[in-house]
């Protein structure tokens, strides 16, 4: 199950943050801090379930999302980015990316 949580703002709409595996590599041990800004919860959960991730839950609200990570995705014009999941708590120097450059796949050569 993915660690994750929401946060409401003022407005009624929502940002989620959800830690989930990388659908890029096979292993598990790569993991990827995907941030999603929509109407409601479920509508967020929607949005990542037709990109291809199925098996997205939200349970809890274990791991909000910050301030920093509200406002990077309020200021992105598709409202869903993603980068690598800090380890230890360690915060990456890693800028925000569109969640296209996640799920694209490499053309062969």
Known sequence: ???GGFCK???GRVVVALNLPS???????SVVRVLVHAQNRARALTRLRNLGMRAVYLRGNAAPPTPDEITAVLHHPDGLIWRTAPDNGVTP???WRPITS?????TPA
């Open 1 to 3: 199950m993915a660690a």
């Open 9 to 11: 703002l003022p407005n």
């Open 23 to 29: 659908p890029t590599t096979p292993d598990s041990s």
């Open 93 to 95: 120097l890693e800028l």
């Open 102 to 106: 996640l799920l694209r796949r490499p």
